[in-house]
């Protein structure tokens, strides 16, 4: 390495290199960061329910750990260094050493944390909401902080290296923000599939102790750091005396704006456009990646801006931000949604320009603030995460609850309109910002309050029931049996098909109960409610039924589907539980005859492989009684590895399971137990059904035979072997996701797809030459 940099004393090309070698570490430290928050909030899904909560929780204590850090790292980088006579870079390896080893200790923490919360009651209870909070928080909070302590450490290496060096916050921020967007691209579509959660974040453990190694080795060889002349002759020091249009306190006042504005819309913004991109982990994946790909070109150009000392003024980024932040809006109109993939790039394209003049803002501002000097720009920093902090929660139980997806982005919008009006005000701002903004700011105002449709006006019609939770927005629309669910502008299900109430008949009519036990002692807990449907049939068993359902609008909207809903909710054999399906097994002691699963649409949907895992199962078996059956319903789709893969997993974790399709084709009814499934005859349905359910399996048909419905329903039955791959590695668990992470083999197999067609097209043109 010292002949790499030869003497840290001698040229600038030697400290060219050094720096090189800084910004690539920093880039591998945002790097894992990203892997981190990845693999953390799926672990925190498993371990405390998939709710936004978790998701808020999750961001802002990441978010808290960075800001802590910075604070306090800024602080204690200088004195620590001085007394112990060490390079700073010592102390930047040792943070990443912790980092490394807290990636093994927070699985740990979290199956402790999430046993020991099973006690606190409902999902939706605020004792389990603050609980599971401080749990997830004192898991990752510590290795938070530590990555938070990097930023004033790496500083005052650079401030080491170059006493005159004023901008070196943007010289990591680029780096950093570079790091995260390749971590959050390569986990979501490369790492998780190929290796798994478990080996993701090993690699990145991995990765933070090859940094703490080669740092460590720079501390040894360059152990005292001699003062460089820097490399840029217009660092911020000289920009500061030109842009006068920002003082020390409004920088402040502004990085708390942008980072309380810019994680707030990220969420806004996700529950907005899922219904063009979909449910699916890469949706999630491909907006942050746009987010940070703009944030780190505007870095960039902040960079390239100091070299040419071309710096803009905080007033002309804050006239181009104030039109910025309405294109999404503007272009996010839902009525255009029918051009497909374009509707797809204008949203994407559209929320580009405001994340990259964050991107160019933000480190401007703090280095402004700081001067190159660490305590000053980890407080700086500090002030934008808090922003960052409050941002995500707020927009998640305050604006998206109580002003939907349009206001919501309205009120993001606002702050930066109202900057724009003062700075508008002041005749030293005045000149600097361009002419055209303030017309254009006022239309894009009136285009986004007045004409601009989101998803949420769009479904507003017709009599549609729009209702919103801290989670989504369930909108229930339709009528008679054309009555549809959508959650958050997916459509979940519908009136139009019976299967809903077969998933309660099936398993009840295969299961080894006599008549006389249904209403003693039989009980069948429902996971998904949905509309209902299943919950509405299972009771008509006369059977203790328990429904457990994510969703408090999704349970709002029940007697819009059913005329019964009130009377039904008054049984008192039945009640509906707000909690994820998984821990409310968890934290049950209660054990079912009948427990049916129908996990929301697209097999492919985020989180849904925890309804389809074998530690899912697992746990299931667990709450079943002796003979006890399972129904897991799977819509049959053009992927067949990853039905397969379903399938795999519910015969590895049952001995005895069946498969029955429908009429249709397009799904099936999977039965599983850890006993022996009979199939009863006619007559003996006959005798066990109660009049109530022989009424309710035909409430949807013209013909009202019963037993010509129950005859239907046993008529599909598919051999399972027929539905398996050989390969017994295709299946999922907890830690390889399968149905949710396909995009390298199903761009695999339309490479081949795509070659197998054009091989045999050149066969043919060479077929036709020879004739």
């Not at 990097?150 to 680029?174: E, H, I, N, Q, R």
């Not at 209902?532 to 008509?540: E, F, H, I, Q, V």
């Amino acid at each position: 390495m010292r002949e790499l940099f030869g003497d840290m004393g001698g040229s600038g090309s030697s400290l060219k290199k050094i720096r090189a070698l800084l910004f690539a570490l920093f880039f591998l430290s945002g790097f894992a960061g990203l892997l981190y928050q990845v693999v953390w909030l799926r672990m925190a899904y498993a371990s405390f329910g998939i709710i936004t909560p978790v998701l808020s929780v999750v961001i802002s204590v990441f978010m808290l750990g960075l800001a802590a850090g910075s604070v306090i790292g800024g602080r204690i980088i200088e004195r620590i260094t001085r007394r112990s006579r060490l390079s700073p870079i010592f102390f930047y390896a040792l943070a990443e050493c912790c980092i490394g080893a807290g990636a093994f200790l927070v699985p740990m923490l979290f199956r402790m944390g999430s046993a020991a919360l099973l006690s606190t009651g409902e999902m939706a209870s605020v004792g389990y909401l603050l609980c599971s909070s401080f749990v997830m928080a004192a898991s990752i909070l510590p290795w938070c902080v530590f990555m938070g302590f990097t930023f004033p450490f790496m500083m005052s290496f650079v401030k080491a290296l170059d006493k005159t060096a004023k901008t070196g916050f943007s010289f990591l921020y680029l780096a950093n923000v570079i790091g995260a967007m390749a971590g959050t691209i390569i986990a979501a579509f490369v790492l998780v599939e190929l290796f798994g959660l478990r080996k993701t974040w090993t690699v990145a453990a991995y990765v933070n102790f090859i940094i703490a190694a080669i740092s460590v080795a720079i501390g040894f060889i360059y152990p005292y750091l001699k003062t460089h002349s820097t490399e840029d002759q217009c660092e911020i020091g000289e920009s500061r005396s030109t842009d006068t249009t920002v003082s020390a306190r409004q920088s402040l006042g502004l990085l708390l704006t942008t980072g309380f504005t810019s994680m707030s819309l990220e969420v806004i913004w996700i529950r907005a456009f899922t219904p063009a991109f979909g449910t699916t982990i890469y949706t999630f994946a491909t907006i942050l990646a746009v987010y940070l790909l703009a944030t780190s070109a505007g870095s960039f150009l902040y960079r390239q801006h100091l070299k040419s000392c071309r710096v803009y003024d905080t007033s002309k980024l804050i006239a181009l931000t104030g039109i910025s932040v309405f294109l999404p809006i503007a272009f996010g109109d839902w009525r255009l949604s029918f051009l497909d993939v374009a509707f797809q790039q204008m949203v994407l394209f559209s929320i580009m320009p405001f994340c990259a003049l964050l991107g160019y803002m933000t480190p401007k501002l703090i280095d402004l603030y700081s001067e190159g000097r660490p305590a000053r720009a980890g407080y700086a920093y500090s002030i934008n995460i808090i922003g960052s902090i409050a941002g995500p929660i707020l927009a998640s139980y305050v604006f998206l609850q109580y002003f939907g997806i349009k206001l919501s982005m309205l009120a993001m919008a606002a702050p930066f309109v109202l900057f724009f009006i003062s700075y508008l005000l002041k005749s030293s701002c005045r000149a600097a910002m361009p002419k055209w903004a303030a017309p254009v700011i006022g239309i894009l105002l009136i285009v986004s309050a007045f004409i601009s449709y989101d998803l949420e006006m769009y479904f507003h019609k017709d009599g549609n029931l729009v209702l919103r939770d801290y989670a989504a927005t369930s909108v229930a629309s339709g009528k008679g049996l054309d009555k549809k669910l959508y959650i958050n502008g997916i459509s979940i299900t519908g009136l139009n098909s019976p299967v809903t109430k077969h998933m309660a008949h099936l398993p009840m009519m295969l299961s080894d109960m006599a008549a006389s036990e249904y209403s003693t002692k039989a009980s069948s807990l429902v996971i998904c409610f949905g509309m209902g449907t299943t919950y509405r049939s299972m009771l008509s068993w006369n059977v203790h039924t328990t429904a457990v359902e994510l969703l408090p609008s999704v349970k709002a909207a029940f007697p819009y589907f059913f005329d019964d809903a009130h009377s039904v909710m008054e049984n008192p054999n039945g009640r509906i539980v707000i909690d994820d399906g998984r821990r409310f097994l968890n934290r049950t002691a209660q054990k079912f005859d009948i427990i049916t699963i129908d996990p929301p649409p697209p097999v492919e949907a985020a989180g849904s492989s925890l309804l389809y895992s074998e530690d899912f199962y697992a746990v299931i078996k667990s709450r079943l009684k002796e003979g006890g059956v399972l129904q897991q319903w799977l819509f049959l789709m053009s992927d067949h590895k990853t039905q397969q893969a379903i399938v795999r997993s519910i015969v590895n974790s049952f001995p005895y399971v069946r498969a029955f399709g429908i009429e249709d084709g397009w799904g099936v009814h999977f039965i599983a137990s850890m006993s022996p499934i009979k199939t009863p005859t006619l007559e003996q349905i006959e005798a066990n059904m109660p009049e109530s359910a022989k009424k309710d399996i035909t409430e949807w048909s013209e013909n009202k035979d019963f037993r010509q419905a129950a005859k239907k329903i046993l008529a599909y039955e598919i051999p399972v072997q027929t539905l398996l791959n050989q390969d017994k590695n295709i299946l999922i668990n907890d830690d390889r996701p399968y149905n949710e992470y396909y995009f390298i083999r199903r761009y695999r197999e339309l490479s081949l797809a795509a070659l197998h067609k054009l091989l045999k097209i050149t066969i043919d043109v060479l077929d036709k030459v020879k004739g």
